[in-house]
């Protein structure tokens, strides 16, 4: 989408920890997702947030902030399994979903 | 719960031929499905919104009447790409919102179309 940014790609080791930041423009707002997606799969979800703050989730927490538009995917203890995809994406009034370009994590042993 | 299926999951097509995928929600009613396409390397772009029992409303850009959407049922929609073209090879996924469950969209598995 042209107005929610996320950078391209991260590298990270096996057992490190890995924050995907995320920044949106939009006048109507309803949720902002995160979604794994493993290349020819589907997405799968990952975290919801609509009010400010943190909600953690096992080994993955995301955040937000509406008021500066941002939001972060926190993946902590990265395993092999974990090199994905990953989409951030915000809902507007209507429910309609705008995905970030994604960003690619590489886990490294 | 909450599974959406697509099929077919993958398809081959000639040139100015048509190809239907049909998306269905397995376990739970949806009045609202979402089509997306996804080309390599790239984020899913909304295509449609699919509304039971009303016309799909198309982001801008879409040919409506290239890509035809029916909503016929709470269950069930389906996409029909006409005289489909090489560039029209693509990802397409499908989601259906829950209506009981406010924010929640389920992805189906996706249909890789390719056209020759």
């Known amino acids: 989408g042209q107005n929610i940014d996320q950078p391209t790609e991260m590298t990270a080791t096996e057992g490190a920890i890995v924050q995907i930041n995320c920044t949106y423009q939009t006048s109507g707002f309803n949720g902002l997702f995160w979604y794994q997606q493993h290349a020819g799969e589907a997405p799968t979800f990952l975290s919801y947030?609509?009010?400010?703050g943190l909600e953690e989730k096992g080994r993955f927490s995301s955040f937000l902030s509406r008021s500066k538009g941002y939001s972060y995917l926190l993946l902590k203890e990265l395993q092999m399994k974990d090199s994905a995809s990953y989409l951030c994406?915000?809902?507007?009034?209507?429910?309609?979903?705008?995905f970030g370009a994604g960003t690619t994590v590489t886990v490294r042993a | 719960g909450a599974v959406v299926s697509q099929h077919p999951s993958w398809v081959i097509c000639k040139s100015g031929t048509s190809v239907k995928i049909e998306c269905r929600s397995l376990d739970f009613q949806a009045t609202t499905m979402f089509w997306y396409r996804q080309f390599p390397k790239q984020s899913l772009m909304l295509m449609a919104t699919s509304n039971e029992g009303s016309k799909a409303t198309y982001e801008q850009g879409v040919e409506k009447d290239k890509f035809l959407i029916n909503h016929a049922s709470l269950t069930l929609s389906t996409l029909t790409v006409t005289s489909a073209h090489p560039e029209d090879s693509s990802f397409y996924i499908c989601?259906?919102?829950?209506?009981?469950?406010?924010?929640?969209?389920?992805f189906g598995p996706g249909t890789r179309l390719t056209v020759t």
């Open positions: 989601s259906a919102r829950d209506v009981q469950v406010d924010h929640e969209q389920y």
């Open positions: 994406a915000f809902s507007s009034n209507d429910y309609k979903l705008s």
């Open positions: 947030n609509v009010l400010d």
